[in-house]
């Protein structure tokens, strides 16, 4: 997965290989994983002391039951190879914390106060941190609040015009409400003093309540919390269900488990892919945010396009969504995709088509010279043509970013071509491949300044000296 994990093996008390303890301790993570799809947290005990082994395991409560499955799977194998002897052990995911102990288990007074942050500092902290605290004070309350009873929350706010703070608060959920309120303060006065006036902080109180706040996006947005602008236009080509995809199926359980991670991650550079599973049921998905956009409207629209497809595509084993910021897929055939392709006029005529449409398609052209000369981490260009009597074009292309630059320009060539007959004399549209887009329009529609500017040629006998 895109995070590696962080682990600790607590004191100096072990086992032997094969030990009743050794015997319990498998036990016990096995009946972690195999109650993670009833329940966000759980603990399992086995056997008696002194060889008494007591797991548990919460995930964050932002993810659904496949993704905390694969998570809690995953860190109940590792904390076992990372701490082979120790009879106490904790290892944390971004999803999950799974730890163990013994019966004689009491927490070290490190792990009473665990707390991060990083090394770069806010602008102007005096101001941040009563901003911060009024944030972490909502969330506590929705956290302990909220009728789901997951005692989680995560959300958003503006520090200023470019910069976004996301956090989350979480208790586990053996915790009441108001001892789970309790633990976030005491952790919040915590991660004030040590991480205030830093640009993120992390602090873990007693192994029962959490904190965490960065300045880009690092969870699920809650429904309530995705802009419905995100999806004025949409479209998708969903292959037919499979029976292979059924919810509950390996392939199904594949599918949601990657789908956060796509939300979570894309936004950072604008474009993210990954792998889950293997042999047949094994999932490929990507997603790619329009370049313009700042990273909390991709992180809004990915999770929006993540809950669509699944909507529009129920049990298909390979799907593509395009929403007006972002697309996302998954196992999509070849390195460039130019089957799955979608056409969205707009309503409004062009005056002149013909004219409209010739200076269009050189503005395209200049614009995919323009992408398959930058570096593939960018991929994408914006443009404005000017045409007689003031009117102007403005145009945008992009690639998603692991294809190699001919072939962006070959998929952008590809769409390009269908200008003409896709649109029937309208002034505005896209033209949506799975591998790159081309979008339109006689009004600004893209918030970044032009890439290029073409000017309309000069009439005849107009001089150009």
């Given amino acids: 997965m895109a995070e590696s994990p962080s682990w600790s093996c607590i004191g100096s008390s ?30 399992a005990t086995v056997g008696n002391s002194p060889d008494q082994a007591i797991a548990a395991f919460q995930c964050r409560g932002d993810i659904d039951a496949e993704a905390c499955q694969l998570c809690v799977s995953d860190a109940a194998s590792q904390v076992t190879l ?4 120790n009879r106490s052990a904790v290892i944390i995911f971004p999803f999950c914390i799974v730890y163990f102990h013994d019966a004689n288990f009491t927490t070290p007074q490190a792990f009473l106060h665990v707390s991060f942050r990083t090394p770069w500092a806010i602008f102007d902290p005096q101001s941040f941190k009563p901003m911060l605290t009024l944030f972490f004070y909502k969330l506590i309350v929705s956290a302990t609040t909220n009728p789901s009873g997951r005692l989680f929350w995560g959300d958003k706010f503006k520090y200023t015009q470019n910069l976004t703070i996301y956090g989350i608060v979480q208790c586990v959920q053996s915790m009441s409400p108001g001892c789970c309120r309790s633990c976030l303060e005491i952790a919040f006065g915590q991660m ?44 998708t080509n969903c292959f037919p269900p499979a029976s292979s995809n059924k919810v509950g199926s390996p392939f199904h359980r594949n599918l949601k488990a990657l789908l956060p991670h796509l939300i979570i991650y894309a936004p950072v550079s604008g474009f993210y892919g990954e792998t889950v599973g293997v042999g047949s049921s094994q999932v490929y ?43 996302l ?32 398609r050189i503005l395209v052209a200049n614009l995919t010279s323009l992408v398959t000369q930058s570096s593939p981490n960018r991929f994408f260009a914006t443009g404005v043509s000017v045409l007689e009597e003031a009117k102007r074009i403005y145009a945008l292309a992009q690639c998603v970013k692991d294809i190699p630059a001919d072939q962006c320009g070959w998929c952008l060539q590809n769409a390009s071509s269908d200008i003409a007959g896709c649109f029937n004399g ?9 591998s790159c887009n081309l979008a339109f329009g006689v009004r600004p529609f893209f918030s970044s300044d032009p890439t290029v500017t073409s000017l309309p040629e000069p009439s005849r006998g107009e001089s150009t000296s």
Avoid at 18 to 23: A, E, L, R
Avoid at 209 to 232: E, G
Avoid at 331 to 353: L, Y
Avoid at 426 to 434: F, P
């Fill in 14 to 43: 072990n086992y032997a290989p094969n030990s009743t303890f050794g015997h319990n301790l498998q036990r016990a993570l096995s009946s972690l994983v195999a109650n993670v799809s009833v329940t966000d947290f759980y603990k």
């Fill in 329 to 360: 897929r998954y196992n999509f055939a070849g390195m460039v995709d130019v089957h799955d392709r979608a056409c969205q006029p707009a309503a409004d005529n062009a005056s002149n088509p013909p004219n409209f449409y010739q200076s269009l």
């Fill in 426 to 434: 309208k002034q505005s549209g896209r033209i949506l491949r799975g």
């Fill in 192 to 235: 004030l003093r040590d991480a205030g006036g830093s640009t993120g902080g992390l602090v873990y109180q007693n192994i029962e309540c959490l904190l965490r706040f960065r300045t880009f996006p690092f969870f699920v947005p809650p429904p309530h919390k995705i802009a419905p602008s995100s999806a004025i236009s949409v479209s």
């Fill in 285 to 327: 998905g990507q997603a790619l945010c329009r370049g313009d956009i700042p990273d909390d409207v991709c992180w809004e629209c990915t999770a929006l396009a993540s809950s669509k497809i699944q909507e529009l595509c129920p049990n298909s084993r390979r799907a593509i969504i395009w929403l007006d910021h972002c697309q």
């Fill in 82 to 85: 990372r701490c082979p002897s």
